[in-house]
């Protein structure tokens, strides 16, 4: 007897035709309703290219200029999108290209799909041209995988793969195929992926925990919340904002949280974590319920763990069991969809308003303003500074653009000083901080969302990690708007130096090309802004092309990022300067 | 908190790869696995893994939970010994020369609770199965007699409770639609 160990949902019109391996991965795609996928063509995946040719009015693929570039392209896609974002490539160097992509997508659970070709079967284990252990290698790194070596499991093996993908906390899924799978002939007919036995996607909710983790709300006098990504992989910004309002809670994000919430919200109190703003940090540790959602508890954000919250009744609104209690003690811990629990959790709460409490956040603000904020965003003569440059792509686009960063300093400050009206508007690298995420995620992002400007914040560093992803850019004729944000250092690593390291600037100081050369040798328009007079202008130009822009902005040299909660300190501890 | 011996058992799907899953989830964490078992379990066509590690209870729930994360993993659970039923088998290979010549085998077979699996006239073979005590002190024992060979099993479990599998697997059957 065979065990079924997975539900199937037929998909119509219901057909069944004679396929090779190869088309049916294409046709797998197309019934999952993949538009565009992200690659680099190589020998032991070439089947499916021709299938990609033949189907090219159908599904667009897009020739990234290295496989790094086209799992970072199917995170931006994804995570505009909410859609799976498919990266595929060939065996050996062009599957271990994919890897820091699979890994950021795992640790900042993006649904991505990735399928690399893999030799024949006959050849695996023989150390044969371009083989590698491409399941044993990206087994840490992803919610699933499989290789698939027969033609016939294609169909059953994608259905899986993008089901597993996107359910429950979504993630990365790759899927080898050997070269003679995707020869073989196989009867193909698609059937959706409804279930598989042995994963529950999303566990069931306690209705008690719901009711004693109100109870508590309705009975804090000084609660916090702090939401994650999860508010917005959930769907929930709408619940989250009603709940925030009715219960008249100040709210807090991690930079992954980011965008859920409109940034001028009033109840919305910025970032927490190593640089986030000063009030939620300092809050943390005065507040008596913090209500986490969706969000898990990052060194990042916790910082000192030992000092963190202690005085708190934590309730934890989390769809991942293994998040709870995996850093911090949840005292209510509530599992489940937040689009499900947050929903519950309302009917429960009574109106409020903690008008004493939320005066605290700013005061808080307020010493915040003029120590750092004000400096920041005002010319105080001499170099531009980073916040000045967010600042004015918030004033241009009004707030409405999809901000890309990549990783370090100015990641943080666009992160901070970013303001955005709408969700899925914040794509940056946060759980791996990969740098060269933000070129190539910009990519996906903008072609995910045409209709929104795409603005990518990155630096000097991060860029040149990715930087032939211009070509890609240039080549799809991608109207993304790109900033570099020059200080001719690599930022964050400079100022840790500067702090802990009594200024011994070892290897950070980058002496960089004339980056507006190269993207002009790209044909993109460009343009380089060395003083803040410039700034506006340029700001505007750019945002007003209607092609790609690349705007290069020499910032000042060595800025500091704060505030700063440094390595092994609470949050209570945050520094101003 | 103490570190001690955990067991844990985790029922899974039979798939390729799973092994290198699950032991990654410990890799990652710099722990190391004592013992490692993987067989059939009660259920048809459900694999069971018995991993021994020796953890604080604080890890071991953790671990479970990125255990029960991955997709195949059915439910795994953790028990300490008190909990379990466990043993162990080891198998000893003996000259049959250095063995014959001193020794009264039949006595110390009985009083061993050990059993010959292979008798040749060039060596022994002697099975014994029980706790890990018990597999040393014959180890020990043999030892003076020259062993030409020892090898000990993983240890194998089962709980006192209840693992409720087959309804886990039960309520699935008749949730989804399964063609």
């Known amino acids: ?577 | 908190m103490e570190k001690q011996n955990y067991t844990v058992s985790v029922y899974t799907e039979n798939n390729l790869g799973l092994l290198s899953r699950i032991a990654a989830i410990f890799l990652k964490r710099h722990i190391n696995i004592e013992s490692i078992t993987a067989s059939q379990s009660e259920v048809h066509e459900v694999m069971r893994f018995i991993i021994i590690v020796q953890v604080t209870e604080d890890q071991v729930k953790k671990i479970v939970g990125q255990i029960e994360k991955q997709i195949e993993v059915i439910k795994a659970f953790y028990h300490t010994d008190e909990e379990l039923i466990y043993q162990e088998t080891a198998l000893y290979k003996v000259r049959s020369s250095d063995f014959v010549e001193d020794f009264d085998i039949q006595s110390f077979i009985k009083k061993t609770n050990a059993r010959i699996v292979t008798v040749s006239p060039k060596f022994f073979v002697i099975e014994k199965t029980g706790e890990r005590h018990e597999t040393e002190s014959l180890y020990e024992k043999l030892k003076p007699y020259g062993l030409m060979q020892f090898v000990r099993s993983g240890t194998i479990a089962v709980s006192k409770n209840e693992m409720p599998i087959s309804e886990i697997l039960e309520k699935f059957n008749t949730s989804n639609t399964i063609q």
């Open chain 1, 1 to 577: 007897m065979e065990v079924k160990t997975a539900g199937f949902k037929e998909v119509s019109p219901k057909e069944t035709v004679k396929v090779s391996g190869a088309e049916a991965v294409i046709k797998c795609l197309l019934a999952e309703g993949v538009e565009i996928m992200y690659g680099y063509p190589g020998g032991a995946i070439m089947p499916v290219y021709d299938e990609i040719y033949k189907y090219k009015d159908k599904i667009l693929h897009v020739l990234t200029r290295h496989e790094q570039g086209a799992t970072h392209a199917a995170q931006g896609y994804a995570r505009v999108t909410g859609k799976v974002g498919v990266a595929i490539a060939t065996s050996g160097p062009g599957a271990t290209n994919l890897i820091t992509g699979i890994a950021d997508a795992h640790i900042d659970s993006t649904p991505v799909v990735c399928i690399t070709g893999q030799v024949g079967s006959h050849l695996l284990g023989s150390d044969a041209f371009q083989e590698i252990d491409i399941v044993g290698l990206s087994t840490p790194i992803t919610k699933w995988n499989y290789q698939i070596t027969k033609a016939s499991e294609i169909p059953e093996v994608l259905a899986r793969a993008f089901y597993i993908a996107r359910s429950g906390r979504p993630g990365p899924v790759l899927i080898d195929i050997t070269k003679d799978a995707q020869f073989e002939s196989l009867d193909f007919s698609y059937k959706e992926c409804t279930g598989i036995r042995s994963y529950k996607p999303v566990p069931e909710v306690n209705l008690l925990q719901v009711e004693r983790a109100a109870e508590a709300i309705n009975n804090a006098k000084k609660p916090m919340i702090v939401f994650g990504q999860g508010v917005i992989l959930g769907g929930a910004e709408k619940l989250l904002k009603e709940v925030i309002e009715h219960a008249g809670i100040p709210a807090a994000w991690t930079i992954l949280g980011l965008s859920a919430l409109e940034t001028n919200h009033p109840l919305n109190v910025g970032m927490v974590g190593m640089h986030g703003n000063y009030a939620p940090n300092i809050l943390t540790n005065e507040c008596d319920v913090l209500i986490a959602i969706g969000m898990r508890f990052d060194d990042r954000v916790t910082g000192n763990l030992k000092t963190y919250a202690k005085q708190a009744t934590v309730i934890h609104f989390e769809i991942d069991p293994a998040e709870v209690n995996k850093n911090v003690h949840a005292d209510i811990p509530v599992l489940g969809d937040v689009k499900e629990t947050l929903k519950l959790l309302l009917e429960f709460l009574q109106p409020k308003k903690h008008e004493k409490w939320f005066s605290r956040f700013q005061e808080l603000y307020n010493i915040e303003y003029e120590k750092i904020i004000k400096n920041a965003l005002t010319s105080k003569g001499g170099e531009v500074g980073m916040a000045e440059v967010i600042n004015e792509i918030n004033t241009c686009s009004e707030g409405n653009a999809i901000i890309v960063s990549d990783v370090g300093q100015h990641q943080m400050v666009a992160c901070r000083y970013a303001k955005f009206n709408s969700t899925r508007s914040n794509v940056t690298s946060g759980g791996l901080g990969t740098m060269g995420f933000a070129l190539p995620a910009a990519i996906g992002a903008k072609m995910g969302s045409p209709n929104r400007e795409v603005v990518a914040v990155i630096g000097d560093g991060g860029f040149q990690m990715t930087l032939q992803e211009l070509g890609t850019i240039f080549q799809m004729k991608v109207p993304v708007k790109i900033v570099i944000l020059n200080n001719s250092f690599l930022g964050m690593v400079r100022q840790w130096q500067q702090m802990f390291f009594e200024k011994r600037y070892a290897s950070t100081e980058m002496v960089n090309p004339d980056f507006i050369t190269i993207a002009q040798g790209y044909h993109i328009q460009t343009k380089k802004v060395t003083e803040r007079a410039q700034l506006q202008g340029a700001v505007k130009e750019m945002l007003e092309s209607k092609e790609a822009y690349f705007l290069e902005v020499v910032v000042e040299k060595e800025e500091c990022v704060f505030p700063m909660i440094t390595t092994g300190a609470s949050v209570s501890e945050i520094r101003l300067e």
